[in-house]
Structure formats: structure tokens, C-alpha cells
């Protein structure tokens, strides 16, 4: 028989929550993305990561369901696993996952279950950050223009360069964040989140870069985007052994506001494109070729007006999001050559550098680019509007 080391890390996940602004009369954890419920999504994620100890903190009563999931995820981890009964806040179901931990363990992650398509390559991320007295936490950056207000009124703008959207798993070294736990309970403080009450402490916190992916599903439109999501990955698997290849097209008319943004660059002094975003028709058109290719969507879909948060942004946080959820779906970007139509902007100057800043929003991949006319015809002929077609190739990650 072989024995296996005992694990060093062990992950507190968090089910015990009501899910009232969910509106599906089950706790939240239980309900249903596809055949599969919220909690059994996460603790695939889970039990796909390196091996650690699991305890799943249940809501009251419902114990025996847990265990259910718990058991179907686990595989011949089995033996890992566990579930305790949650308290009646979030702070007293996490004590209670503390009180589960084994003896051996010097790491522990807290994982919301509602965070149901965190990548196990996240899980382990934290994992790996956390240090002897420091702990660790996936973020993303905020993308939503923020303002300070007050019952009636904005009062002032928020930058937002100094922001972070917080994510879990959350990982800590076991005996710091048992002692402050101890002193939030004892004193009666809620904090937001363990990253919060572990900083309380006076302990250093660090972050990591977190996933599209990793999500908290907490209203009917966020269980909506995760079906979508598990829908566009059942699609797109299993993943071929051969390249596939995506076509997008983005057209927009001049007549937005401020100065033009196209291929990633801003170009004073030319007539800006409307659109929902920043209008860069370029880098549109290469978010939907990848998509395309992966199978996940198109930009309509996952970016468009039904997601206010990407109002105004540009060409990079597009990009970026794109290319995690391309390569969550497990797949890494091969090139990706564009091409526009248009009479204006003058591109050959800034070609190199508009590639270049493409580029680097996609990770690295190769990135071409060129320009051309359509001898006076058309609405961009015309000087209407500026229309652009890109071509992708994704090769499996594997």
C-alpha cells in the first residue's frame, strides 16, 4: 500500500451562505449552474489543484448534500476531505473550517464556493504566494469608473489606478491568521473579507493576478454568466490535438467623443469612433476572432452593453480579459494578424508600435497588423467609419 504524505495546505470552502439575492429558494451553494450545483463546480476546481485538505463549511441542515458533492468531486482524494456546519456569519463559518484543520497544517486558503470557475492554476497561485507570515490574494483591476457620493450627488472621482478587485482563494500561514481570528471573534469585529482581518492583525498582504474565470455568482445574471461560460467550454471540449482558427469583424463610425483610440494607441488630434467601449475597432475585432476560435462567444456576449463596467474602456483591458478566458479554456494564442480599411489614421508610421502594445496586451503573442484603402468606395471609402477584419489561431496549451 502507499501511503501518501500528509498535505501541508489545506482549503476552507465557504458554502454555508443563504443566497438570498440569488432568488433560487436553496442555499446558494446548492443550486444548480448545469447538472452540476455551484458547490460541485468549485470543488472540481478544487480537487483539480495540488492536493490539500478540504473542508467544505455547510450551511445548517444541509450537511448530508455537502458531503454528497464532496464525495463526487473528491475522486481517490477522498480520504481529504470533509464538512463542518457553518456559523450564522461568514466569519463564524470560516472559525469553524479553522477548527477542522489537521494537526499537520502550516497553509490555509479560504475559498468562496460561489467563486464556482476559479482555475485550479489560481488555487495553486495563492498557494504558492503565501509566506511564513504573509498571506496572499488574487485580484483584478478595476475597470469601472468610479466617483465618491454622497445621498444625492457624486462628490468626486476615485482613481482607480490604485485599485484592486479582491477575488479568493486567499491564503494564509495558519498560526497568524488563527490568532486573528481569535481577536476579530473576541472583539465582535466583521471584517469583508480574510485578507481584511489578517491586515487588522498588522500582517502584510500580497496579491497575485486573478482570473475572469473566478467570479462570484451572486445575482441571476451572474448564475447566467457562468452557464454561458460552462456552455462555451463544453462546446470547445474536448480540446482538438490540432490549431483552430477564429474570424472577427468590427465596424464603427466616426462621431465619438475626445481623440481616436485604435490598435491599442490613442491618436491625438483624429476624430474618435463611437461605440460602447472606446470604439477601437482593431482591437474588437481581435477579441471576437478569439473568441470565435475558442469556441467562448463573441464580444456582444461577454463585453457588450449589458456590462456597463466596460464602458469606456479600452483596447488593454479588453485584450487581457480575452486572453485569460482563452487560455482558461486551454488554449494559447499562436498570431493573430488584422486588417483595416480606412482612410484615416496615416498607420504606417506607428505600425511597429501599435503591434508592440497589442501585443503585450495578449501576453506576448504575435501580433501583425496592416492598412488599407478602399479607393474612395464604401461607407469607409467615404470617410464614414473605419471597417476591420482579424484573423486568429489558437493552438492547444498542452
Request: aromatic share 4%; charged share 20%; hydrophobic share 45%.
Amino acid at each position: 500500500m502507499t501511503v501518501l504524505p500528509v498535505p501541508d495546505t489545506a482549503l476552507i470552502v465557504v458554502a454555508a451562505g443563504s443566497g438570498t439575492r440569488l432568488g433560487a429558494g436553496a442555499p446558494k451553494a446548492l443550486v444548480g449552474i448545469d447538472e452540476r450545483s455551484i458547490l460541485r463546480h468549485a470543488l472540481d476546481g478544487v480537487f483539480a489543484a495540488a492536493p490539500m485538505q478540504v473542508i467544505v463549511v455547510a450551511p445548517a441542515g444541509f450537511e448530508g448534500e455537502a458531503e454528497s458533492e464532496l464525495l463526487a468531486a473528491a475522486g481517490d482524494r477522498v480520504d481529504l476531505g470533509r464538512v463542518v456546519t457553518g456559523g450564522e456569519t461568514r466569519q463564524l463559518s470560516v472559525a469553524a473550517g479553522l477548527g477542522a484543520l489537521w494537526g499537520d497544517v502550516t497553509r490555509v486558503l479560504v475559498h468562496d464556493a460561489a467563486r464556482a470557475l476559479t482555475p485550479p492554476s489560481q488555487i495553486d497561485g495563492v498557494a504558492r504566494a503565501v509566506g511564513a507570515d504573509t498571506g496572499a490574494i488574487p485580484v483584478l483591476a478595476v475597470v469601472d469608473t468610479l466617483k465618491r457620493v454622497d445621498e444625492t450627488s457624486i462628490v468626486e472621482a476615485v482613481d482607480r489606478a490604485e485599485l484592486a478587485a479582491a477575488q479568493t482563494p486567499q491564503g494564509f500561514p495558519r498560526l497568524p491568521l488563527e490568532a486573528a481570528y481569535a481577536t476579530a471573534l473576541a472583539s465582535g469585529t466583521e471584517y469583508t473579507d480574510d485578507a481584511a482581518l489578517f491586515a487588522a492583525a498588522g500582517h502584510r498582504v500580497r496579491h497575485i493576478r486573478g482570473s475572469e474565470r473566478a467570479f462570484k455568482i451572486t445575482t441571476p445574471a451572474d448564475l447566467e454568466r457562468a452557464r454561458h461560460l460552462l456552455s462555451g467550454a463544453t462546446a470547445a471540449a474536448p480540446v482538438p490535438i490540432i490549431p483552430v482558427v477564429g474570424i472577427g469583424t468590427d465596424v464603427h463610425a466616426f462621431g465619438g467623443d475626445g481623440d481616436l483610440r485604435l490598435a491599442g494607441l490613442e491618436w491625438p488630434g483624429e476624430p474618435a469612433l463611437s461605440g460602447h467601449s472606446d470604439g477601437d475597432a482593431v482591437a474588437h475585432a481581435i477579441v471576437d476572432a478569439l473568441l470565435g476560435a475558442a469556441g467562448l462567444g463573441d464580444i456582444g456576449q461577454l463585453f457588450g452593453t449589458s456590462h456597463p463596467e466596460y464602458a469606456g474602456a479600452h483596447a488593454d483591458v479588453f485584450l487581457a480579459r480575452t486572453l485569460d478566458l482563452v487560455t482558461d479554456a486551454g488554449w494559447r494564442i499562436g498570431n493573430v494578424a488584422v486588417q483595416f480599411q480606412g482612410n484615416r489614421p496615416r498607420f504606417s508610421a506607428r505600425r511597429i508600435e501599435a503591434e508592440q502594445a497589442l501585443s503585450d496586451a495578449l501576453g506576448g503573442a504575435r501580433v501583425t497588423v496592416s492598412a488599407t484603402t478602399t479607393d474612395g468606395l464604401g461607407f469607409s471609402g467615404r470617410g464614414e467609419g473605419i471597417s476591420v477584419t482579424a484573423i486568429a489561431l489558437l493552438v492547444p496549451a498542452s
